[in-house]
């Protein structure tokens, strides 16, 4: 794994890249020679009937897959790939110290396979880290919803892109909830309110990534060492 930055190691230690068994089979079956002769052993292969079919037997040829098949790395490079696993390892424990709302925020912003679970407990986390007191009932309660149009203009952002405008923001929130903000008056009502929102996801991000940055400098550390 490449120690580029935290958000990248947190996203890449979610998921492990070794082949399943069904992949290696699927790849061998494409890429094998055909066999014939007495080496090709047949077998009955029975199909229970469903509904109203009937139960069918066909005859199948029986092979053997070695699990060193599922292998995509070399033999040779065993070393790499246990310092590989080894490595997420540690992102992954270092994950688990966080509070249960940091991590699920975190992988709301970087795990590769978000789930509502993840976008709840993030939504939740920052609505009760913020304080609208100071806000009508009203405008209260539609800065509870700008939060998960904050949440996502952060998400996009950390992977790259352009913050959502005014725009963008009001119509999230009309297509989503149906509640309707004036972007003409953004600056006047909703700007500060925005940034707000933002800076407290800033806060949660920068607390959810500390554990996964050191250890990035632990690694490199011993790398250097």
Not at 15 to 43: C, F, Q, V, W, Y
Not at 53 to 63: A, F, G, N, T, Y
Not at 97 to 102: A, D, E, M, S
Not at 178 to 205: C, Q, T
Request: net charge neutral.
């Amino acid at each position: 794994m490449k120690l580029i930055n935290a958000r990248q190691v947190w996203t890449e230690a979610q998921h492990e890249s070794n082949a399943s068994i069904s992949a290696a089979a699927i790849d061998r079956a494409a890429t094998a020679p055909l066999k014939s002769g007495s080496r090709m052993r047949r077998h009955e292969a029975v199909f229970a009937a469903i509904g109203d079919d009937k139960e069918e037997r066909i005859q199948v040829v029986r092979q053997k897959i070695s699990i060193s098949d599922t292998r995509r790395t070399p033999v040779g490079r065993s070393t790499a790939r246990a310092a590989h696993l080894a490595t997420i390892g540690k992102v992954l424990r270092a994950i688990d110290t966080l509070p249960f709302q940091v991590q699920q925020f975190g992988h709301y912003l970087y795990h590769p396979c978000m789930t509502m679970v993840h976008v709840l407990n993030a939504e939740k986390l920052i609505w009760n880290d913020v304080d609208f007191s100071a806000l009508t009932d009203a405008k209260a309660a539609k800065a509870h919803y700008m939060i998960t149009m904050a949440l996502q203009s952060y998400k996009i952002e950390s992977h790259g892109g352009e913050q959502w405008g005014p725009a963008r923001v009001a119509e999230g929130m009309l297509k989503l909830y149906g509640v309707r903000i004036e972007p003409k008056v953004w600056d006047r009502d909703w700007k500060d309110v925005w940034n707000f929102l933002r800076e407290a996801i800033s806060e949660v991000d920068v607390q959810a990534l500390q554990p996964v940055w050191q250890v990035i400098f632990d690694e490199k550390s011993e790398d250097a060492a």
